[in-house]
């Protein structure tokens, strides 16, 4: 059971990339998928989850420094969750992570209320 997380890539500043969270079996079994990123010398961070009420209806958070940049969204079709990321900034390089639960969240974006993680897929802003 594991999440696959892709889109990753080198993109200049200003520039987009959509980042995508794939479950083999259905993304709609989590209680909330989270995006977190490590950059290269720093703590891992969280930047965005989406918690599902029900199958149509659902939140979402962002952390400060990305809200109005990145959307969280989800496709039932598809198991997957998206995060698009526009107007990227050089300290948006990091290796970004999805994250799922099946619990009920006590936190905003805390790490450790996330128990099933994906491989990471590598974000670089840079020209």
């Known amino acids: 059971v594991q999440l696959q997380a892709s889109g990753g890539g080198l993109v200049q500043p200003g520039g987009s990339l959509r980042l995508s969270c794939a479950h083999s079996?259905?993304?709609?079994?989590?209680?909330?998928i989270a995006w977190f990123r490590q950059a290269p010398g720093k703590e891992r961070e969280g930047v965005s989850r989406?918690?599902?009420?029900?199958?149509?209806?659902?939140?979402?958070y962002y952390q400060p420094s990305v809200k109005g940049r990145f959307t969280i969204s989800k496709d039932n079709a598809k198991n997957t969750v998206y995060l698009q990321m526009n107007n990227l900034l050089p300290e948006d390089t990091a290796i970004y992570y999805c994250?799922?639960?099946?619990?009920?969240?006590?936190?905003?974006?805390?790490?450790?209320?996330?128990?099933?993680w994906g491989q990471g897929t590598q974000v670089t802003v840079s020209s």
């Open positions: 079996i259905s993304v709609s079994g989590y209680s909330s």
């Open positions: 994250a799922g639960t099946i619990g009920i969240l006590d936190y905003d974006l805390a790490e450790f209320e996330f128990e099933i």
């Open positions: 989406i918690t599902f009420k029900d199958r149509r209806t659902y939140s979402t």
